[in-house]
């Protein structure tokens, strides 16, 4: 059989006797990215392979790669995200928004998309969180970053050595936009000419990617605005908590089935040992021990995720 990552489309030709009843988890040599092969992607009759991590063919397509998307808009404010929106929409760009962190790496993950316009200050996983992660990411890393945020808002280290990672472009004040030309243009996505300096005018129908909701009143200095940094102990708490959300996310996504097969608290954790062991490393080697001696970040999460899955 023929596996192919749907990330970089680097094509494996994979014994099926790999292929256990829960399918199997591979990881590209080529982008370094992990993908599951479920287990009915395999045919015995046809000989075939199917799935969303597979080509039927020499001449197939990845399905995660058939309609890529072009932008993806992650902001948890309405009126800022709106403006955002109706920019890009004037440029002849498609967009998908997302209010959450978490979600949003989620989707991202999941999805081909060639630039991320994120704020600041999103929940769960932060804007400059989350460009850390896309651009010390081999899947994620073709992605271009434009970040909604005043530079005085980046976290500090609190202990822990940062990537330092930077965007390829930071909006600070309406007129840093006119650099978004230039960043459209070195990902390959297709746009009007259209100065970005020009004002937006609001149209009054909705843009369709928009969750209606009661919207605030406009505030022109409205990406600078986030919640005051912590520091010391409180810092580390956030990264472990940050840390065990992304670990979880990696379960929920690459294993959804084996949520559905467990009745207790007990079943869940033996299920999931070795990840739990692996996300447990990662976090030895981020988050001050003082720290994990609190509590076990990790556990909780996944009970949380656990019983968020079983309520629907």
Not at 154 to 176: M, Q, T
Request: proline letters at 6%; aromatic letters at 4%.
């Amino acid at each position: 059989m023929i596996a192919a990552c749907p990330h970089c489309e680097a094509r494996y030709r994979l014994d099926e006797s790999r292929v256990g009843p829960e399918g199997a988890r591979l990881r590209c040599a080529r982008c370094r990215s992990l993908f599951r092969l479920p287990s009915h992607a395999f045919s015995p009759a046809s000989q075939e392979v199917s799935g969303p991590s597979l080509v039927e063919g020499e001449a197939g397509e990845s399905p995660s790669r058939a309609n890529p998307l072009e932008v993806f808009v992650v902001d948890a404010q309405p009126q800022r995200a709106r403006e955002t929106t109706l920019r890009l929409e004037s440029l002849g760009i498609s967009v998908v928004l997302e209010s959450d962190g978490v979600e949003a790496l989620l989707r991202l993950q999941q999805t081909k998309c060639s630039l991320v316009v994120v704020a600041s200050d999103v929940s769960r996983i932060s804007g400059w969180d989350l460009c850390e992660i896309i651009k010390s990411s081999a899947h994620l890393e073709p992605m271009g970053v434009v970040l909604l945020a005043d530079r005085s808002t980046r976290p500090e280290p609190s202990g822990v050595k940062r990537l330092n990672v930077e965007p390829d472009l930071l909006i600070d004040s309406p007129a840093s936009w006119s650099g978004l030309n230039s960043v459209l243009d070195r990902y390959g996505i297709p746009h009007s000419d259209r100065g970005n300096d020009t004002p937006i005018t609001h149209s009054s129908v909705e843009p369709k990617t928009l969750i209606e909701t009661a919207l605030a009143q406009p505030d022109p200095r409205s990406w600078e605005k986030s919640e005051p940094l912590v520091s010391g102990l409180d810092a580390e708490r956030g990264k472990a908590e940050r840390l065990s959300r992304i670990v979880v996310s990696d379960m929920l996504l690459y294993h959804p089935d084996r949520f559905d097969r467990v009745s207790d608290e007990k079943e869940l954790l033996a299920i999931f040992e070795s990840e739990l062991l692996e996300g447990t490393a990662l976090l030895e080697k981020r988050v001050k021990a003082a720290v994990l001696c609190e509590r076990d970040f990790l556990r909780e999460e996944l009970l949380r995720a656990a019983l968020q899955r079983s309520q629907g």
